[in-house]
């Protein structure tokens, strides 16, 4: 068969044979079971022919028995497109007595043409069968019937179409073709157990790969943690004294940070295998939902999103696990937090409801990014993350979600969740009420602000003019305030907290040097990368990621959208300044080959944006040099940029500002003018936009080390 006429068939069958509910295994027996009486129909009804020609009534007899009986079969299985346990049975006891049976009539083993292989061909398609038992009830029939064969040999007397000559030419045609059957049958049931095994491996494969997912997703949670912790002793190790007790906090803080998502992956295990008790106190939950509510202010004003109370502040006594309680109710807003983007709102309601079941609800709402419909029942699955476009909007474990199904379903309820992409997210959870556990009278709250907010320690800025600016984008205001301890003494700092503020600051202010993070609310690190190379007046800026994301596959992508360096989390302090020096350096260097081409061709070493850049600048005042009152305005407004893009985009590329740029392009045209024509030195000055000779020739000294008179009069010969 050839391949597309296999995979027509393949396709026919999976439309008119197969059923929704069929499992790989039962298509593969359908399919065997298809073939193999299709092609017994073919074979048997062309011998069958031959018999009825050659006029031998009984074997004609048996070949019409046998397709009439296959036949049938077929007819059913595409009618009822099903294949019952009946079929195997009725086909291999049909095979095994019906052809006995004409043995028996044709007078014994010996003179029935070999048919005899019909039975073992029985025998060996029942290895593809998927009862075991039956198999093993094939050949005990095929055992027995051949031992009645043998033993009622001394009364049969062979029928009289059998000759010799048939009876040995059918044995060759029956040995041959049920032998290439049987091999068939037999290389079929091996290609299908490969297959299986594979389709097997296959799967072993994904769930290995679930795990690496899943291992690399809480690898990331932990890595900004440890960057913190790390680099904070560093610190402190080096200046003791200096903010002490900031620094201190910030590894508390994180350290605490670390030990809540190893607690939550203790508590996960714990409450799968059912060894998590309920530790229930009666008290008003309102006052405790209030509490936790409000500790996430801070996180919501961090994030420019606003949390609003539903509910009405009315006591409500009733049992539940404060700590459990916590945890569930905290999780659903921090997501509701973090899956908002700044100026979204987050409402919070609950409220126990009036029926004779009584239940308390609790709503978290949200205006954020919303889930897609397909991946709704999934989210409460153990380490699932929503795949999308926004699939680095933030860094998370994937276990937040599954972890409060579990704390609602331990405390006998459940949550439920709505979702539309852009519009928002509303989650519920439903809980039985009862009123049994010792009441407590004060409030039950230790809850932990969930993230460090405080940035009044910031150091002061460095505004040292003569050192490279460097624009930090990251959303973590802690690891901003860590960068700007490493990095305040050797760079002017920019910070940024996110992909668009972040391309905004960029192509405002021209940085030198670009450090990003990854994942982030809004544009994610590899997007703001691609939008800064690919704008003309960003593209010279080396981009440098730092990122929690270590593996392979990420920092692939990073460096695919033209970032310099790739840098993870947690990072070395020294690295990362020998790393951003390297890159400045480097490009001083591209710059300084560049600067000695400026009024020239460009230079191979500068990439293609920004030859086109100076390009653009070099037509513009080409045409505009003569003129005196084209100047730096005229210049940027004519490029369409800002004058601070202008001049910091000259300046990474030349190492002139805009000013020193027109006039070094006019002093070169004025150079030019004297070699090439008599016009007096005050004519070319006024002609090359200068309004007034003295300063021209004073300019004109200074860039090129002699006099313009002295060129005029040819006393200097110019290289
Ligand atoms: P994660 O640590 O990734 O936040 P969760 O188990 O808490 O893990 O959530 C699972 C996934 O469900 C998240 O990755 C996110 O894609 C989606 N999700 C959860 N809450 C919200 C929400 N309020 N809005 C949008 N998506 C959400």
Same mark, same amino acid.
């Given at each position: ?547 929690? %994301?270590?593996?392979? +596959? !990420?920092? #692939?992508? /990073?460096? =695919? ?5 790739? &840098?993870?989390?947690? *990072? ?18 591209? %710059?300084?080959?560049? +600067? !000695?081409? #400026?009024? /020239?061709? =460009? ?5 293609? &944006?920004?030859?086109? *850049? ?106």
């Amino acid at each position: 068969m050839s391949i597309p006429l296999a995979q027509r068939f393949h396709s026919w069958f999976g439309k008119n044979l197969t059923l929704p509910d069929d499992s790989e295994e039962v298509t593969r027996q359908k399919k065997t079971f298809f073939n193999a009486n299709i092609g017994v129909v073919l074979v048997v009804g062309t011998l069958t022919c031959t018999t009825w020609l050659l006029g031998l009534p009984v074997l004609c007899s048996y070949g019409f028995g046998l397709v009439a009986f296959n036949v049938t079969l077929i007819a059913i299985f595409l009618k009822t497109k099903r294949l019952s346990p009946y079929f195997y049975i009725f086909n291999q006891a049909f095979v095994l007595l019906f052809t006995s049976f004409t043995i028996i009539r044709l007078g014994g083993i010996p003179s029935s043409g070999g048919l005899i292989f019909a039975k073992l061909a029985a025998i060996v398609y029942s290895l593809s069968l998927p009862s075991k038992k039956l198999a093993w009830w094939s050949f005990l029939l095929f055992v027995a019937t051949t031992i009645l064969e043998a033993a009622l040999y001394p009364w049969l007397t062979p029928a009289p179409e059998m000759t010799p000559v048939i009876n040995q030419a059918f044995f060759v045609i029956n040995a041959t073709w049920i032998s290439l059957f049987m091999l068939l049958i037999v290389f079929y049931v091996f290609k299908q157990r490969a297959d299986l095994e594979q389709a097997k491996a296959e799967r072993l494969q994904e769930v290995d790969d679930l795990k690496t997912r899943m291992f690399a997703n809480i690898a990331h949670e932990f890595r900004t943690p440890l960057t913190l912790i790390g680099g904070m002793t560093e610190l402190l190790r080096e200046d003791p004294q200096h903010q002490l007790r900031e620094r201190t906090e910030t590894i508390q803080r994180n350290a605490n940070k670390v030990l809540r998502l190893v607690n939550q992956m203790l508590n996960l295990a714990r409450l799968k295998d059912g060894s998590m008790p309920l530790q229930l106190v009666q008290a008003d939950i309102a006052a405790f939902l209030f509490y936790v509510f409000n500790s996430y202010q801070g996180l919501a004003e961090h994030r420019k999103v606003k949390l609003h109370f539903l509910s009405d502040h009315q006591p409500m006594v009733l049992d539940f696990d404060p700590e459990k309680m916590e945890e569930l109710v905290g999780n659903l807003l921090s997501n509701a937090l973090k899956y908002t983007p700044a100026g979204g709102d987050v409402y919070f309601d609950f409220y126990c409801t009036k029926s004779s079941a009584e239940q308390l609800v609790i709503k978290v709402k949200d205006t954020g990014i919303g889930i897609p419909a397909n991946q709704l029942v999934y989210i409460f699955d153990r380490f699932y993350r929503v795949e999308n476009e926004q699939k680095n909007f933030e860094e998370g474990s994937g276990i937040g979600l599954n972890m409060v199904r579990e704390y609602a379903r331990l405390m006998g309820g459940d949550v439920s969740v709505e979702s539309k992409p852009n519009k928002g997210s509303g989650f519920t959870v439903t809980l039985p009420v009862t009123r049994l556990a010792p009441l407590q009278m004060s409030t039950p709250v230790e809850t932990v602000s969930p993230e460090p907010l405080d940035l009044g320690w910031m150091p002061t800025e460095n505004s040292d003019p003569t050192l490279p600016q460097l624009l930090i984008i990251e959303d973590n205001p802690e690891v901003i305030q860590y960068l700007r301890q490493v990095l305040g003494k050797n760079f002017r700092l920019l910070a940024a907290t996110n992909g668009n503020e972040g391309i905004r600051q960029a192509l405002e202010q021209v940085p030198d040097l670009v450090l990003c993070d990854v994942m982030m609310p809004g544009k994610d690190g590899f997007e703001v990368c691609r939008t800064l190379k690919k704008d003309f007046r960003t593209c010279h800026i080396p981009v440098v990621f730092l990122t929690a %994301r270590a593996d392979t +596959s !990420s920092r #692939i992508i /990073g460096l =695919e959208q033209g970032a310099d360096a790739y &840098l993870t989390k947690p *990072f070395n302090k020294r690295e990362l300044l020998a790393c951003l020096r390297n890159l400045f350096i480097q490009r001083e260097k591209v %710059r300084l080959k560049f +600067s !000695s081409h #400026i009024n /020239g061709h =460009e230079p191979e070493t500068t990439d293609g &944006l920004d030859a086109v *850049f100076l390009k653009n600048v070099r037509a513009i005042l080409e045409k505009n040099y003569a003129d005196e009152a084209f100047g730096i305005e005229e210049l940027y407004r004519a490029l369409n940029i800002s004058r601070v893009q202008l001049h910091r985009k000259l300046m990474a590329l030349t190492g002139q500002s805009a000013s020193h740029f027109i006039r070094s392009f006019r002093l070169e045209k004025a150079k030019g003018l004297l070699r090439q024509t008599t016009k007096s030195v005050s004519e070319i000055a006024y002609e090359t936009g200068f309004s007034d000779a003295n300063y021209f020739s004073r300019v004109f000294a200074h860039e090129f080390g002699m006099a313009a008179s002295d060129l005029r009069k040819g006393t200097v010969k110019l290289p």
